[in-house]
């Protein structure tokens, strides 16, 4: 066979509605109601409040290690904003703002971070999964939850997270190249902030870019300013449309920063310079939404303060709860420990949750009958 | 009654379980038209379609992981590694979701599915073909383990399995698929998952097993009857995880001594759970130190040699005189 080039059909959009300095392109504008517009403005804020909030509870000793998202809210809330609360929401863990917007209770995301399961507890009449700690790994939830959706019937989509870094990691492929196949209606939403930890994105990647990942699925990529939140609005919501149209699922390749350390345990001193940093705060998506906002006259410095003063409040009342909630003996309770990992308790976890009740001087509250052992110097053939 | 081996029983257990239930799917590698490489599926996509029946890409990982997610969504997916020795890939499924979600959500998402794979050595199969590795996930804390030692239970406890809330590996010893054929009745028969049974009673030792092994260990309490008159009692774990640590020790505090088999390596693997709870529940019984007999701890030889490496009936009957003996 000669030499020949063959040729595909593809191609790698870019999309970027409102620059840095709040100017929209008007071709592109969603329409979004004043009152949308000021919700958006206001889950954004709410959620950097709460992240900055997160930071002194876990300087304090308040919570455990985190990872912070702030520079991440244009990407979380122009995604989950675009979906119905009968879609599912399939997250990693730097998506703090969807979250919120899903209708998680604070205090039950303070506690995961406190260090509870109750904190990992999808709300009711939402179609959620928690937090997924492995990166990638929930892709492949995200696809088989869709496949599911196209077996039942269901004109749902799901909406999945996952960082850069992930992209290096087999399910990451496998997640895709599943939805591809099987045409699941999944929107896959890269949160491109270019740093795994100390990691920049050329240590993971050849490509110049994730979108263009797509073509080798045969799935539509589309480089997203991950900066924008009316960008990632526009881009997830033409990915919903298609995916409810029986076209299946859609790469975003949301491009940000990660503007803060990976986790309160992180030290980026050690592998990325300031003046990098400095180029992209100026492109910080909260300044920008509300330049864009304060243009078109819905917004100015007195209602952003009642916003931040509002919000700020709910903070206080949520960890007021949650510090009760963590203090409370049912949170508290060790035993439980044994009573969830199936739907019945077998035996062998009924031996270890009397022995761990032994140990705490408490081996009356746990049932006797619930441990085989038998009495060895009682009824020994021999020696006994 | 109808007789047949355990190909066919774990394929009439999968046909009943679809019939009845329009929740369950089957995925995997080549089980739709293909109907699986050792013909486990058979007739089932012709039956119920592509939307039930269905090939995927050829991705273990992804074939476990896309089952938790419809497992999540309401469905009860049976997922089909083709062979046990590729399962490794979707270990990391397993280990931090599929038996995780329920413990971690206080139950509120749970993960109601099956992994079935063709497990163990004995057919002269290539490399990678004949490995046992049920201790693996034994030692996951979440999942249960389940391996049929033939035909009528084999159908039985996929039954159970499906039905199960819970995430099951169900491992299927493929040396028995077509080894021999057995009465399955008419109507269906549920295991219940954490169960083992006593198939041969007896009184001078308790023979341990589970799966491909429990053959040789039948077959060795025979011999030691005809040749030694020793009544030598036989036990099918057929649960893995959970144990059903009752049954056992009751048989050793009666017997006094024991002998657990398996093709599995030997070191931390099912047999070092069972004696440990022997020694836990009954050690003053013991007349004898209870023998593991089991895989080596080496890969499974290349067939040219693994019947060196699978026990086998001589090795249990000279266990069990072995302990007999001191």
């Known amino acids: 066979m000669p030499r020949k080039e063959l040729e595909f059909d593809y191609t790698v959009e870019t999309l970027s509605i409102v620059d840095e300095e709040g100017n929209v392109d008007k071709a592109l504008e969603p329409k979004l109601s004043d009152k949308e517009l000021l919700d958006m403005f206001r889950w954004m804020l709410y959620s950097r409040r709460v992240d900055e909030r997160q930071l002194n509870l876990q300087r304090q000793g308040r919570i455990g290690t985190f990872p912070q998202s702030t520079g991440h809210e244009a990407i979380g809330l122009g995604s989950v904003f675009a979906i119905e609360k009968s879609d599912w929401f399939v997250p990693a863990y730097r998506e703090l703002v969807c979250f919120l917007y899903r209708g998680w209770p604070l205090e039950r995301l303070l506690l995961y971070w406190a260090g509870f399961e109750e904190g990992a507890v999808p709300p009711e009449g939402v179609n959620d999964l928690p937090i997924c700690v492995p990166v990638a790994s929930q892709l492949l939830h995200a696809s088989g939850i869709g496949m599911a959706n196209n077996i039942k019937g269901e004109n749902k989509v799901v909406l999945t997270y996952f960082g850069d870094g992930s992209s290096s ?13 099987f045409n699941a209606p999944v ?9 795994a930890i100390s990691e920049p994105l050329h240590k993971q990647t050849r490509t110049k870019t994730i979108a263009q990942k797509a073509v080798g699925y045969g799935v539509p990529g589309v480089r997203v300013d991950g900066n924008d939140v009316l960008a990632v609005y526009v881009a997830t919501k033409e990915a919903i449309e298609r995916a409810r149209k029986g076209e299946g699922p859609t790469l975003l390749d949301c491009l940000t920063y990660r503007y803060t350390p990976h986790t309160t345990a992180d030290d980026p001193k050690k592998y990325r310079s300031d003046e990098e940093a400095q180029k992209w705060a100026k492109r910080e998506p909260l300044i920008r939404f509300a330049k864009y906002l304060e243009k078109k006259g819905l917004l100015n410095d007195e209602k952003r303060q009642k916003m931040e003063t509002e919000i700020d409040e709910e903070i206080k009342e949520a960890v007021k709860k949650m510090e009760t909630l963590a203090k409370s ?17 077998p035996v062998h976890l009924e031996v270890q949750k009397h022995e761990l009740a032994e140990s705490l001087g408490r081996a009356d509250e746990v049932s006797a009958k619930s441990n085989p052992q038998r009495s060895i110097a009682g009824t020994a053939k021999r020696g006994g | 009654m109808a007789e047949m081996n355990m190909a066919k029983s774990i394929n009439l257990a999968l046909f009943e379980a679809m019939e009845k239930d329009s929740r369950v799917v089957v995925l995997g590698q080549d089980v739709g038209v293909d109907e699986g490489v050792f013909r486990i599926t058979e007739g089932l996509h012709a039956k119920f379609g592509d939307k039930r029946v269905f090939d995927t890409p050829l991705a273990e990982s992804g074939i476990v992981g896309t089952s938790i997610g ?7 997916p049976v997922a089909e590694i083709q062979f046990a020795g590729f399962d490794y890939y979707a270990y990391q499924q397993l280990e931090s979701h599929a038996a995780r979600f329920r413990n971690r959500t206080r139950g509120r998402v749970t993960v109601p599915m099956v992994m079935r794979a063709p497990s163990g050595a004995g057919i002269r199969a290539l490399e990678h073909h004949s490995e046992s590795r049920e201790a693996i996930y034994c030692h996951t804390p979440g999942l249960k383990v389940v391996m049929p030692s033939g035909p009528r239970n084999a159908r039985a406890l996929m039954h159970a399995a499906i039905n199960d809330p819970d995430p099951v590996i169900y491992y299927e010893p493929k040396a028995l698929y077509r080894l021999f054929k057995e009465e ?35 077959e060795a309490a025979e011999l030691l009857m005809e040749e030694d008159g020793v009544k030598a009692e036989v036990i099918d774990l057929l649960s893995l995880m959970p144990l059903d640590t009752e049954t056992f020790v009751n048989s050793v505090a009666k017997t006094g001594r024991a002998v657990v088999v398996h093709e599995g390596p030997r070191a931390c693997g099912v047999a070092a759970e069972v004696v440990s709870r022997i020694n836990e529940n009954v ?40 302990t007999l003996r001191f």
């Open chain 2, 70 to 76: 419809m497992a999540i969504n309401g469905l009860l």
């Open chain 2, 184 to 218: 399955v009745p008419d109507e269906i028969e549920v295991m219940p998952i954490g169960k083992a049974q006593v198939v041969r009673p007896g009184s001078d030792i308790t023979i341990i097993s589970y799966g491909a092994t429990m053959r040789p260990c039948l």
């Open chain 1, 329 to 345: 003996k049912e949170l508290m309770e060790p035993l439980a420990m044994f009573d969830f990992l199936y739907a019945d308790v």
């Open chain 2, 283 to 322: 050690f003053l019984y013991l007349e004898a130190p209870v023998i593991r007999l089991t895989g080596y701890d080496v890969p499974v030889p290349y067939f040219s040699k693994e019947k060196f490496y699978i026990p086998d009936t001589d090795k249990v009957v000279e266990a069990c005189r072995k």
């Open chain 1, 169 to 181: 990691e087999g399910d990451f492929h496998e997640g895709i190249n599943f939805a591809a196949v």
């Open chain 1, 187 to 195: 929107i896959f939403v890269c949160e491109n902030n270019q740093f």
